[in-house]
């Protein structure tokens, strides 16, 4: 007999998913019986919330969806964390999970896991949340799921199937075709797309904002920027856009005085699928941040078009797909907007505001780079990570990304770092981590090892949570709850069969990556913090 939840299986593969991030429990352990067999790899974690992050750096790094599998009840409140992280970072998550049988939902009586309501918990973390009532429901919802993967903004999904259900006899569902359908965004209208060519070829100063809504388009997004000969802010979730290196790329907060100023310069700001938000555009929550006198937007998420700033002229689509109708349109070019030295006398500006430890951790970033210029960077909220949002410059799109802003998880590095390895084996990762949310996560150590992970990770340690300290003494407060005991993470990596040493922050570091990178085995390098 095939059950919905081996056909579950089949269905997955069907959409191309390869891997599964999930523990089991004995409420899914009717998930699992078709996995054995199957194309799709099953990741242990240690950790709901480790799993779920693991997705979303599966999900960023290869552009699909992470999918996990989690129990009801403590696996759903446990994988809550990453979803709502992943739904502020607009990531492609799908989370099945079981649930009470149907006739015992939300009944009270106390059964194993039980909540009152998991969808309703999920609601605020989940584009939306379903419960499969009827095997014949599956692939509606599943199809549903993905659509909004692919042709909407994308966000965490939550399917939710009674142990019932998951045991029902599924030999009168439908076949399962090998390739279903993909829904796909398409670009704005018609009309808008003529107004923005009109608005484009007006400009003698534009500038663009790139976000992590143009990850996927960074063609397009080079194109329009030297054909208006437009410089290139790109947001931290948009670094890599436009590559290192480029002369209209500029790697720095769009909170930076220098990135204001060229906003205030310009004639015409375009916004390419960014939500123009506060940890981006007012990172030191002053309110300073002026918006756009003359605002072009583009964004999937047609809400997203009228939130933070109004837009003079909104585009509703996809970024890739609108600026591709713009170029069949025929935008002129307009190369005498001085485009490259504009980018230029930003950059130099907002390096020169930087402070001598910013300064020094982006020289040290410059090393990985230079050492490892293929690697991918994964962050946790870490002074590293702090100060390479503020001017680290990405060789490539999904190169660099971190959870320090939008929802702001402690404990995400280390995880979402594995799930970017497994996204892309043939890659080095860098997990950038410090020693207090390091410790929230440090059991998926094991995860990496038993998974083989191909990742180094760069732990600084000063003893605690060093910028909620200075934050405290900035703002007179004494310092409390802010100095941990740590532990010997040399010896804690060993124990798990990482191989790990321990150097000075800010010694030299290229000769110890070049080392690190060619062991067998994920490697942990302590920067100790005297």
């Known amino acids: 007999m095939k059950t919905v939840g081996m056909y579950l299986v089949e269905l997955l593969a069907a959409y191309g998913v390869d891997t599964v991030f999930g523990i089991p429990g004995v409420h899914t352990i009717d998930l699992y019986r078709g996995l054995a067999g199957s194309r799709i790899r099953h990741i242990t974690a240690r950790h709901e919330q480790g799993l779920g992050f693991m997705a979303d750096g599966y999900a960023r790094a290869s552009g699909r969806p992470g999918v996990c599998f989690v129990i009801t009840g403590p696996g759903m409140t446990n994988i809550a964390t990453a979803m709502a992280q992943a739904y502020a970072d607009s990531i492609p998550m799908l989370v099945i999970s079981s649930v009470n049988a149907l006739g015992k939902l939300g009944s009270g009586n106390g059964h194993l896991h039980e909540m009152p309501d998991q969808r309703t918990f999920t609601s605020g973390v989940a584009e939306f949340s379903h419960t499969i009532t009827r095997?014949?429901?599956?692939?509606?919802?599943?199809?549903?799921?993905?659509?909004?993967?692919?042709?909407?903004?994308?966000?965490?999904?939550?399917?939710?199937?009674?142990?019932?259900?998951?045991?029902?006899?599924?030999?009168?569902?439908?076949?399962?075709?090998?390739?279903?359908?993909?829904?796909?965004?398409?670009?704005?209208?018609?009309?808008?797309?003529?107004?923005?060519?009109?608005?484009?070829?007006?400009?003698?100063?534009?500038?663009?904002?790139?976000?992590?809504?143009?990850?996927?388009?960074?063609?397009?997004?080079?194109?329009?920027?030297?054909?208006?000969?437009?410089?290139?802010?790109?947001?931290?979730?948009?670094?890599?856009?436009?590559?290192?290196?480029?002369?209209?790329?500029?790697?720095?907060?769009?909170?930076?005085?220098?990135?204001?100023?060229?906003?205030?310069?310009?004639?015409?700001?375009?916004?390419?699928?960014?939500?123009?938000?506060?940890?981006?555009?007012?990172?030191?929550?002053?309110?300073s941040f002026e918006k756009p006198a003359n605002l072009l937007r583009i964004d999937i998420d047609a809400q997203q078009l009228f939130r933070n700033a109004m837009p003079t002229l909104p585009l509703a689509g996809d970024v890739g797909?609108?600026?591709?109708?713009?170029?069949?349109?025929?935008?002129?070019?307009?190369?005498?907007?001085?485009?490259?030295?504009?980018?230029?006398?930003?950059?130099?500006?907002?390096?020169?505001?930087?402070?001598?430890?910013?300064?020094?951790?982006?020289?040290?970033?410059?090393?990985?780079?230079?050492?490892?210029?293929?690697?991918?960077?994964?962050?946790?909220?870490?002074?590293?990570?702090?100060?390479?949002?503020?001017?680290?410059?990405?060789?490539?799109?999904?190169?660099?990304?971190?959870?320090?802003?939008?929802?702001?998880?402690?404990?995400?590095?280390?995880?979402?770092?594995?799930?970017?390895?497994?996204?892309?084996?043939?890659?080095?990762?860098?997990?950038?981590?410090?020693?207090?949310?390091?410790?929230?996560?440090?059991?998926?150590?094991?995860?990496?090892?038993?998974?083989?992970?191909?990742?180094?990770?760069?732990?600084?340690?000063?003893?605690?949570?060093?910028?909620?300290?200075?934050?405290?003494?900035?703002?007179?407060?004494?310092?409390i709850g802010v100095d941990l005991h740590t532990p010997d993470f040399v010896a804690i990596a060993e124990a798990y069969g990482w191989s790990a040493e321990r150097i000075d922050a800010g010694a030299p570091l290229a000769q110890t990556l070049a080392a690190a990178a060619q062991r067998g085995t994920p490697h942990l390098i302590e920067l100790m913090v005297r």
């Open 135 to 287: 095997a014949e429901e599956l692939s509606q919802v599943i199809a549903r799921a993905f659509a909004v993967f692919s042709s909407g903004r994308p966000r965490p999904v939550h399917i939710e199937l009674p142990l019932d259900v998951i045991n029902a006899d599924a030999l009168d569902l439908p076949a399962i075709p090998p390739a279903p359908p993909r829904a796909k965004a398409g670009p704005a209208a018609s009309q808008a797309i003529e107004d923005a060519r009109i608005a484009l070829e007006k400009s003698r100063l534009p500038v663009i904002f790139a976000g992590g809504g143009a990850l996927g388009a960074a063609a397009e997004v080079q194109w329009l920027a030297e054909m208006l000969d437009a410089p290139v802010v790109m947001t931290i979730n948009g670094r890599g856009i436009l590559p290192a290196g480029h002369p209209l790329a500029i790697s720095l907060s769009a909170s930076s005085a220098a990135v204001r100023a060229m906003m205030r310069e310009s004639d015409l700001v375009i916004a390419l699928g960014t939500e123009l938000g506060p940890t981006d555009y007012d990172l030191y929550a002053d309110g």
């Open 321 to 479: 797909e609108t600026l591709r109708a713009l170029r069949r349109d025929g935008l002129a070019g307009l190369r005498a907007n001085a485009g490259a030295s504009r980018a230029a006398a930003c950059r130099a500006a907002g390096m020169s505001e930087l402070d001598a430890i910013t300064s020094s951790d982006l020289r040290m970033l410059a090393e990985v780079s230079q050492v490892l210029p293929q690697a991918l960077i994964v962050g946790d909220s870490t002074r590293l990570v702090y100060s390479g949002n503020l001017g680290y410059e990405a060789p490539r799109p999904r190169a660099w990304f971190n959870a320090s802003v939008g929802f702001g998880s402690l404990g995400y590095g280390l995880p979402a770092a594995i799930g970017a390895s497994l996204a892309e084996p043939a890659r080095k990762v860098v997990c950038l981590a410090g020693d207090g949310g390091f410790q929230f996560t440090l059991g998926e150590l094991g995860t990496a090892y038993q998974h083989g992970a191909n990742l180094i990770v760069l732990l600084l340690n000063n003893g605690g949570y060093g910028e909620i300290k200075s934050a405290m003494l900035g703002r007179g407060v004494e310092p």
